[in-house]
């Protein structure tokens, strides 16, 4: 199993429309989880930290569940400008000066 | 806003030549790492630095690389006699990792290409 598994996609959904992603991991252990963005030929940028409790940044929702070693974001009201791929990224345990990234999924907003 | 800075933004190189890859982190951080993603594939994690010295590296991070950090500001990738297989993005980034902060911030990359 690798160490974070992301569905590559793309996923095509019109504007305004609501999209999910799931993210898995290997490591039961894993401490810190995120969400980051990037932009075609761009450096990766965080979204969100994914907390134990679940924590919502404005059209944007990160969960977080231990038990069957997920994560997941969801975004409502999609806009044109959240076309880019998303990126999983978890720490290992006891290593927070490393972080493994997902492949990521490649999200398009369709007009 | 505070970001990390990478120069060059491009370098193109022989193979077999050695390149130097130049970040400035954001002022007040202590953690520096870098990172490649070759193209269409996942970023992948090379090395990390603190308190002058190498805290953690992949496997990918052979005797071919190098990371210094020759003054109090610039924090630099050394490749030595590079190989097409580098062709990348090679991206910095640096956190605080103080009181439970752990986001790190990432510089906009240098594409590098072996020839």
């Known amino acids: 199993r690798k160490e974070v598994e992301q569905d590559p996609g793309p996923f095509n959904v019109p504007e305004g429309a609501t999209v999910a992603f799931n993210c898995t991991y290997s490591?039961?252990?894993?401490?810190?989880f995120f969400w980051y963005r990037q932009d075609c030929r761009k450096e990766p940028k965080l979204l969100m930290s994914?907390?134990?409790s679940g924590n919502e940044d404005g059209r944007f929702t990160a969960q977080l569940n231990r038990a069957s070693q997920y994560i997941s974001l969801l975004i409502r009201d999609s806009k044109l400008s959240d076309s880019a791929t998303y990126l999983c990224?978890?720490?290992?345990?006891?290593?927070?000066?490393?972080?493994?990234f997902g492949k990521g999924t490649r999200l398009h907003i369709l007009p | 806003e505070p970001e990390v800075t990478q120069t060059p933004s491009h370098q193109v190189t022989q193979m077999g030549q050695e390149v130097i890859l130049r970040c400035v982190p954001i002022s007040n951080h202590l953690y520096f790492y870098w990172y490649r993603q070759i193209l269409g594939q996942k970023v992948e994690f090379l090395v990390s630095?603190?308190?002058?010295?190498?805290?953690?590296k992949s496997e990918i991070f052979d005797d071919q690389f190098s990371v210094e950090r020759p003054d109090g500001s610039n924090f630099t990738l050394k490749i030595r006699s590079t190989k097409l297989e580098d062709s990348a993005m090679y991206f910095c980034a640096s956190s605080t990792m103080t009181s439970g902060e752990k986001t790190q911030y990432f510089g906009p990359g240098t594409r590098l290409l072996v020839l």
């Open positions: 490591n039961s252990a894993s401490q810190s």
């Open positions: 990224v978890v720490t290992p345990p006891g290593r927070d000066d490393k972080i493994i």
């Open positions: 994914v907390y134990s």
């Open positions: 630095f603190y308190n002058n010295e190498i805290s953690e």
